[in-house]
């Protein structure tokens, strides 16, 4: 157990640089981008642009889309394409494990381009014409990345907050390995079956930046497939969803759109698993 404890402690403690360079880059970009001008005025190209903001791992993209398409501002193509693209905390985490710069561009890639096209298709096939509701729009994103504040603090910030979680996920998964063996994890999660997909999406559903730290840690670790992990990363739109519930109140309309960015996972990761894309 000690040496577990000591091996999970280092590892965490290498990652803290990597952490906080890239946290510190993105806080500078989502500091000089205005997201919900770029997204209210985008109009029909709205899961185009919103799928190109989702890419961006910052913390009020998700949130603004939910308030915009809750006063009806964007369409519901656009707040799903920002919910399928939303990369939450996948992005550092790879960077810090040094993932193969070729494979994270690809994961980045795909979200994209699944979540501008899924976007198009459901403005395509069910967008209604409704009449915005500026009145009512919450000038509130939900997230604590104030633009008032100094990017530094905010990085260093975030920097502590991930690292805290990887630091509790790696220990599990630590002793998971140990005393249970990789074996366990890897039926836990029904790897190679085709429920891993569905498991995977659940559990990227799960409104917290854990979900996809969760993720990511089991595909670095080879616990779960590349398709699976893209099943959950597509379906994690972080405190997105929680603030759906709260700020739209029509509850038959956010299980749909749960239930579509659910099914939109499950297929997406195992046509790539099939087709082996990447």
Do not use: W
């Amino acid at each position: 157990m000690l040496d577990i404890i000591k091996d999970t402690l280092l590892d965490t403690v290498k990652l803290l640089p990597f952490l906080f360079v890239t946290f510190l880059i993105i806080e500078y970009i989502e500091h000089k981008i205005n997201n919900k001008k770029i997204i209210t005025k985008s109009k029909k190209f709205g899961p185009f642009f919103g799928s190109l903001l989702g890419v961006i791992p910052q913390c009020g993209i998700s949130a603004s889309a939910t308030n915009l398409y809750a006063t009806r501002i964007i369409s519901l193509g656009t707040l799903i394409s920002v919910y399928l693209s939303t990369s939450d905390e996948m992005l550092p985490i790879l960077l810090a494990n040094k993932a193969e710069t070729s494979i994270i561009l690809k994961i980045l890639g795909l979200k994209f381009l699944i979540g501008m096209i899924s976007g198009f298709i459901i403005d395509l096939v069910l967008r209604k014409k409704e009449q915005p509701q500026i009145e009512s729009l919450c000038e509130h994103d939900h997230c604590n990345c104030n633009h008032n504040h100094s990017i530094l603090k905010s990085a260093l910030k975030h920097t502590l907050s991930i690292t805290l979680f990887i630091m509790i996920f790696s220990f599990v998964i630590n002793i998971i390995f140990e005393y249970l063996g990789e074996t366990f994890l890897e039926n836990l999660f029904m790897k190679n079956t085709i429920f891993s997909y569905f498991l995977s999406s659940l559990v990227g559903l799960i409104p917290n930046c854990g979900a996809s730290i969760l993720i990511t840690e089991l595909y670095i670790n080879n616990t779960i497939t590349l398709g699976s992990t893209l099943s959950g990363l597509l379906t994690g739109a972080g405190i997105g969803l929680l603030i759906l519930f709260k700020t739209n109140k029509n509850i038959k309309e956010n299980i749909t759109i749960i239930s579509l960015i659910y099914l939109i996972g499950i297929i997406s990761g195992i046509i790539i698993d099939l087709i082996g894309l990447i």
